[in-house]
């Protein structure tokens, strides 16, 4: 009965959350949902900060961060190539800084774990969100962008329901101690039909197999998604990234998924574009 609770709440947090997103749609069209997705990366950038970072004592280090991940996002809905020289740069920033604050200390393992955590942390919400963001930029983008978020949430929905109902045997107990091989083949079939949907919508003119391919495609790198950010949590020892929408946690709860789907989805757009020109 607790776990089908859970399951409402859930399901009611993401309507409001998608009421939200899609209210700025109505008064603002394609710039409300890039405005979605920049308030997304804010949320999120931020609860990463605290996730990856939640031993740091240096408000400063932290800070600084949290901006450049903002500042890399911002670059890269731009341009990717603008994009990935911010990053770097951001980088290189991030490594001087810590350099001249924290050598006295003498702790080098401490300093190293911080770069490589700032150079996954500026990749995850500072290059992946530009993706999705970019989707938006492609002919017939809404579309795809619905594509993108039922693809994913479809998925989520049908993994939670086939592991409360049927799932037994547990894929990475050691990341995530719920998850269930049943529950994986459950996301990925609510993927399928979730993409199946969205081409009779949306695109029934080209080919049902690619569409098919690329749901399944993005709901299995969605989970691993999943997987990653629970990771992320675990080491941390945090149980949700935030407490933003209930039943989910935080932001990053419920978009670890987006993050890994997107670049397969933009992909997927340009792969069809070539083939269509």
């Not at 961060?65 to 980088?91: K, M, N, P, R």
């Not at 969100?129 to 594509?147: K, V």
């Not at 894929?171 to 091989?181: E, H, I």
């Not at 083949?185 to 080209?206: D, E, R």
Request: hydrophobic share 55%; charged share 10%; proline share 2%.
């Amino acid at each position: 009965m607790t776990t089908w609770k859970s399951f409402l709440t859930r399901a009611a947090s993401a309507i409001v959350a998608l009421a939200l997103i899609f209210g700025l749609y109505a008064v603002w069209a394609v710039d409300g949902l890039k405005i979605a997705v920049a308030l997304i990366v804010m949320i999120g950038a931020w609860e990463l900060t605290g996730i990856l970072f939640c031993k740091e004592k240096s408000s400063l280090l932290k800070i600084t961060f949290f901006v450049l991940t903002l500042v890399v996002f911002a670059a890269s809905v731009v341009s990717l190539s603008v994009g990935s020289l911010i990053y770097s740069l951001a980088l290189i920033v991030m490594i001087t800084t810590v350099l001249l604050k924290n050598h006295r200390d003498g702790d080098l393992v401490s300093m190293a774990e911080f770069h490589a955590k700032t150079a996954l942390g500026l990749f995850y919400m500072g290059l992946l969100p530009s993706f999705a963001y970019r989707i938006l930029d492609q002919a017939y983008g809404i579309s795809w962008f619905i594509f993108l978020l039922a693809a994913v949430f479809a998925g989520d929905t049908l993994a939670y329901v086939f592991g409360v109902l049927i799932g037994k045997h547990k894929v990475m107990p050691s990341v995530s101690p719920k998850k269930t091989w049943q529950g994986s083949v459950g996301g990925l079939l609510g993927s399928v039909i979730a993409g199946v949907i969205c081409w009779y919508l949306f695109f029934s003119s080209h080919s049902l197999g690619l569409f098919i391919a690329m749901a399944a495609l993005s709901g299995f790198v969605g989970q691993f998604g999943d997987f990653f950010e629970s990771l992320l949590k675990r080491v941390a020892d945090v149980k949700d990234s935030g407490k933003i929408m209930p039943g989910h946690g935080g932001v990053l709860d419920r978009i670890d998924g987006v993050l890994f789907a997107s670049p397969v989805i933009l992909s997927g757009i340009l792969i069809l574009s070539h083939l269509s020109s």
